[in-house]
Structures are given as C-alpha cells and as structure tokens.
C-alpha cells in the first residue's frame, strides 16, 4: 500500500516553532515534487510549500515565505516542514502530498497520496 504519513502537529504559543514531517511508504518518492498543504476549519485548501526532486529547490506563496522550510531525505523517503514565527491564521489541518500531473505547483488538483493529515493549533 502506497502512502505518505504526517506527523509532528500538536500546540504551539504564538511566535513559537514546529517541525512537522511526512513518512513515505510503498514506494519510493524521490521522483516527485513533494508538497504542504493546509485546510482551516472553513476554508479551502491552501498551498504552503513544495520542494522538487533532485536538487530539491523550495518555493512557498507569501503567507509563509521566510517563516517556513521544506526539506527532504530521499534516503528515507521523508520531507519536512520546519515551521517559525508561528501565527494564529497558520491553525490548520496540515497535509503532505506528491505531485503526480504537470501543472500549477500550487494547484492541489496535481497532488495524489494525501496523507491523513496532523493538526496544528497555534493558541496563546
């Protein structure tokens, strides 16, 4: 069974920092684009990062640019998400996906093996 596995949420003070990490299994995903998405309670689903294969260049929309960092290791097959200056409106369902169509890298219509997700709470 193909699958990506999120984990690393939990709660955080405004200001504070997180990483979170993506697991995957049944096959290899050096290949691929791997990205970060996040659903807030009401919202749509929303672009927060993608790192490509190779030589694994990042590119992230603004709402979290300078605050959050994509890594991988294809050697285990993980990326993660390294998460600072934490705010309120980053409270989300956090999601890790692989890009399996050519197209909008911001587009989630692109991704496939979504992976269950792990919640994010930034609260004082």
């Known amino acids: 069974q193909v699958q990506l596995v999120e984990s690393g949420g939990g709660l955080v003070r405004p200001g504070g920092s997180l990483r979170l990490s993506c697991t995957g299994s049944g096959r290899s995903f050096s290949g691929y684009t791997m990205a970060w998405f996040r659903r807030a309670p009401g919202k749509e689903r929303e672009f927060v990062g993608a790192i490509t294969w190779g030589v694994g260049t990042a590119r992230y929309p603004d709402s979290t640019k300078g605050r959050f960092t994509i890594s991988r290791d294809n050697a285990n097959n993980t990326v993660s998400l390294r998460m600072d200056s934490l705010k309120p409106e980053d409270t989300a369902v956090y999601y890790c996906?692989?890009?399996?169509?050519?197209?909008?890298?911001?587009?989630?219509?692109?991704?496939?093996?979504w992976g269950q997700g792990t919640q994010v709470t930034v609260s004082s």
């Open positions: 996906a692989a890009k399996v169509r050519a197209g909008d890298t911001y587009d989630d219509l692109n991704y496939a093996y």
